[in-house]
């Protein structure tokens, strides 16, 4: 299980710039109402929406948007949903050839009923061959070859958990859904991406509303290489592994929907850290393009390419010390 951290941030990247991701993919079903329905109440849908998703296809996505060769690897039913979820994948430039298919289990679904008038939303999501994802799934040259390896949590955590094992790269995880976490497999992490409610939950905080400082000193409570935390309009935390800390603003954007917009930073995060970015310009990038994806509908309705971040960089504050 003992792995050497990388140096996160050095000059160049020592696997040729790939990024492999090791995640879920699931076919969402959005359905718009004029308000949740109460326990055992029906309520009547005005639309049904069928759009990809899954957190893993969704990093993945964003990041096959912005920076060449990146693999998925995950599983899907051996149904349309599952050809569906590669097509559009593959669309984006994805490589899906570690995209395995699963007999007797269906592709990995979300059913969110979401309301008209503020986006409100309820979501239940059945993982179908999503838990079927194996370590001998990850025991393959994409994943300890790569120069980024990214993970999240919808799959089995011994399988994130050997993939960190076997990464040869840079490692970043976003622990969502959030959960706890061994302690062996945040030492395996180089860069850790939650959010403030999963570093509450992480550092078994109580809720409740924390400054940014307060926010550095949970980071610091974390055995990973460094901590990212994605604060939604209020762009991201850095804290370093050696303990300083910045906070990185977003450039000034007209937000339609920010569904989604966490996935889109952990993928450009990974692309900018692939291609030899130091880890505080890589927030940077991942903050621009997170900003970037909120301007349009749904998980992957904007995700921009690297034209488009390079752009709202220029109006992208530089970051401030904190603590």
């Known amino acids: ?74 599983r899907v039913g051996d149904d349309p949903a599952g050809d569906r979820q590669r097509a559009a994948l593959a669309a984006l430039g994805v490589d899906v050839r570690l995209v395995h298919t699963t007999p007797g289990e269906p592709t990995g679904s979300a059913t969110i009923p979401v309301e008209a008038d503020g986006g409100e939303n309820l979501i239940v999501v059945v993982p179908g061959a ?29 399988t994130v958990r050997a993939a960190a094992a076997a990464a040869g790269g840079t490692v970043v995880l976003n622990p969502a859904p959030a959960q706890p976490l061994p302690a062996e497999l945040v030492r395996l992490v180089d860069v850790l991406v939650p959010n403030e409610h999963e570093l509450l939950r ?22 990973a290489g460094a901590v990212v935390v994605t604060l939604g309009a209020g762009g991201a935390l850095v804290v370093t592994g050696t303990g300083t800390a910045s906070l990185q603003a977003p450039p000034p954007v007209s937000a339609v929907d920010t569904t989604g917009a966490g996935d889109c930073f952990c993928g450009a995060l990974a692309g900018a850290l692939a291609r030899g970015e130091e880890l505080a310009a890589a927030v940077r990038y991942a903050v621009a393009a997170a900003a970037a994806s909120t301007t349009g509908p749904g998980a992957r309705g904007a995700l921009p390419d690297d034209a488009t971040v390079q752009d709202l960089l220029t109006r992208t504050p530089p970051a401030v010390l904190v603590g």
């Not at 992480?202 to 949970?218: I, S």
Request: proline letters at 5%.
């Open 130 to 158: 999503n838990a079927a994802l194996s370590p001998a799934d990850v025991d393959v040259a994409e994943v300890r070859d790569a120069a980024v390896l990214l993970l999240q949590l919808e799959n089995p955590l011994d």
């Open 1 to 74: 299980m003992a792995r050497k951290r990388t140096d996160v941030g050095a000059s160049a990247p020592a696997r040729g710039g790939s990024v492999t991701v090791v995640g879920s993919l699931n076919e969402d079903v959005l359905v718009t109402v004029d308000r949740l329905p109460g326990r055992g109440e029906t309520v009547i849908g005005t639309s049904v929406r069928i759009a990809p998703g899954g957190k893993g296809a969704n990093q993945a996505a964003a990041a096959g948007r912005l920076h060449r060769g990146v693999v998925l690897v995950g």
């Open 202 to 223: 992480l550092t078994g905080a109580d809720d409740g509303d924390r400054t940014p400082a307060d926010l550095v000193g949970l980071g610091r409570q974390l055995d």
